[in-house]
């Protein structure tokens, strides 16, 4: 194990050395394209890299839930078993916050989930990568996030209770008065620095956790044995922190479909989710 | 700029949204319906079969519940029943110590009233025997002129006579 570490981790040296300043580990279409820098190929394909390892979770969660949902068997069993123990999971977790009729946002919330999830972890595979760890990924997932939240909220409220809304609900004539003012606020938060923040938490959080991986297996190259240890423990570091950042991204969409929603909507017990809507985003 | 420049590529992103929207929209028909069917309906299969379970606890109660109110009902019944059987034999006894009285005593009266017949028989027997007897004295008195002390003792000798008599 310690040689074919050890071949990894030179390898990533010298390819970080080779690419100049090196941020994250290098995958396989790193390698191929330094094996072969004249095959226009390899150069697409590393220049797309993002969108491919992308495309490789796509497939494999795809296959695998699909394999799953295929089934049906009313007493489930192995892959069914998982994905019927996280449907439920989410439904529970999506409905608690949304109240019943949240249950209608658990495939779009739990796509989202299960993707960031897999796509951060793709990461701790030798010679592959996250693609969350590219800023243009998570700003897709984000613009995805809001404009289904925005269009949740149209539907829910309607047009114009919707505009009312995106203009902070005016009422007196000290409301009409601020409602440009808080249409122009609402818009520049809610379209502009609501997918910043999504984005860029969840890019800044798994690049550094790569650059991080990156690090300690410049340290194995450079310190035999004891960098490893260090290796190990970020490796379970990144598993954890990867899940935390899935969890995070999942939660605040949901947030964020839960104050757009109507207040009347939020079921029976409302306050109850409204209070706890507020303290989660706080 | 140049940072912006260098991390978001426009194009990657369209492609990065276009990927998502296809797994969700994939996914969303592929897996989370069926998924959120089979657990719909097994969810509903159970809530079913809990409420037949329910129901059918409550009606092996309320089966119970009649089951013990017929027992005792049976019990109440026999013991109205024996109760009844208890008393209508006493009174049966009874009448039969009436019956039995009644007849002893109807018996008692014919027996009673028998001997008194067959006394008065008797009586009306012996009372024509002496008769006849003092006839038959008189008639050796006169017959034998015998005096007083032979009179006695032919009288005598005839009480003897007669005592002999069966």
């Not at chain 1, 114009?160 to 007196?172: E, I, R």
């Not at chain 1, 800044?204 to 035999?224: G, P």
């Not at chain 2, 038959?136 to 008195?141: G, N, T």
Request: charged residues 25%.
């Amino acid at each position: 194990m310690d040689q074919t570490g050890h071949d990894i981790a030179q390898t990533a040296h010298a390819t970080a050395q080779a690419v100049g300043e090196a941020h994250e580990l290098p995958n396989f279409l790193t390698v191929l394209a330094k094996l072969f820098p004249e095959n226009p190929v390899f150069d697409f394909l590393h220049r797309w890299e993002n969108v491919v390892f992308s495309l490789l979770v796509i497939g494999f969660i795809g296959w695998r839930a699909i394999a799953a949902a295929r089934t049906g068997r009313f007493i489930p069993k192995g892959a069914q078993n998982a994905w019927e123990a996280v449907t439920e999971g989410l439904t529970s977790f999506v409905t608690g916050i949304l109240g019943p009729r949240g249950v209608v946002h658990v495939p779009f919330l739990g796509t989202l989930f299960i993707y960031i999830l897999f796509d951060n972890w793709l990461g701790l595979v030798p010679f592959l990568k996250s693609p969350t760890s590219g800023w243009s990924t998570t700003i897709a997932l984000a613009i995805v996030t809001i404009v289904y939240v925005h269009a949740t909220g149209i539907r829910e409220q309607g047009p114009l209770n919707y505009a009312k809304h995106m203009m902070g609900s005016p009422q007196g004539i000290v409301g009409i008065a601020l409602a440009p003012l808080m249409l122009v606020i609402n818009i520049t938060v809610d379209y502009l620095a609501v997918p910043l923040s999504l984005s860029l938490r969840l890019f800044a959080n798994i690049s550094s956790e790569d650059r991080l991986l990156y690090k300690f297996a410049e340290l194995n190259v450079m310190y035999k044995m004891l960098p490893f240890f260090f290796q190990l423990f970020a490796n379970v570091l990144v598993i954890i922190f990867s899940l935390v950042q899935a969890f995070v991204f999942l939660l605040l969409s949901t947030v964020y479909i839960s104050l757009i929603m109507p207040r009347e909507d939020h079921d029976q017990d409302g306050k109850a989710h409204e209070k706890k809507a507020i303290a989660i985003h706080h | 700029m140049e940072y912006f420049q260098e991390n978001i590529r426009l194009g990657e992103v369209f492609v990065q949204l276009l990927a998502f929207l296809i797994v969700f929209f994939t996914l969303r028909k592929f897996a989370w319906k069926p998924l959120t069917s089979v657990l719909k309906a097994r969810r509903e299969r159970i809530e079913h079969e809990w409420t037949g379970i329910e129901q059918m606890k409550a009606e092996v109660a309320r089966l119970e519940k009649e089951y013990k109110e017929h027992l005792q009902k049976i019990d109440e019944e026999a013991r109205v029943k024996m109760q009844e059987a208890i008393q209508e034999g006493r009174r049966v006894a009874r009448e039969i110590q009436e019956k039995a009285r009644g007849e002893f005593q109807t018996s008692l009266e014919k027996t009673r009233a028998n001997i008194e017949i067959e006394f008065e028989k008797a009586r009306i027997e012996l009372r024509r025997e002496v008769a006849k007897l003092s006839l038959q004295v008189a008639e050796k008195v006169i017959r034998e002129k015998m005096d007083a002390a032979h009179h006695e003792k032919k009288a005598m000798e005839l009480i003897e006579e007669l005592g002999k008599k069966p």
